[in-house]
Nanobody
């Protein structure tokens, strides 16, 4: 069974930090690109960051320098370390596994940045 489960979301003040986790089951990191997307109410879902099997990473312009994506292969878990959070980072964050033809999604975890 292929499954992604996100955790770590919550309420944080501007300038604060959160670490999101994505626990992957039945997902081979060598054949899937792992990524984080986010979607706030009334807004388009957007790509935040990805990490490939070669530990190659990508970040959207809006999070570059503040967010870090990483993977723990032994734990089959992908992380998103979010520093210097801004109100515009508020969204539901989704973990994604993209293979050659198949695409899997987690249930999402809410991140709210507010004072």
């Amino acid at each position: 069974q292929e499954q992604l489960v996100e955790s770590g979301g919550g309420l944080v003040q501007p300038g604060g930090s959160l670490r999101l986790s994505c626990a992957a089951s039945g997902i081979d990191f060598s054949t899937y690109v792992m990524g984080w997307f986010r979607q706030d109410l009334g807004k388009q879902r957007e790509l935040v960051a990805t990490i490939s099997s070669g530990e190659r990473t990508y970040y959207s312009d809006s999070v570059t320098g503040r967010f870090t994506i990483s993977a723990d292969n032994a734990k089959n878990t992908v992380y998103l370390q979010m520093n210097g959070l801004k109100p515009e980072d508020t969204a539901v964050y989704y973990c994604n596994a993209r293979g050659w033809i198949k695409d899997y999604w987690g249930q999402g975890t809410q991140v709210t940045v507010s004072s």
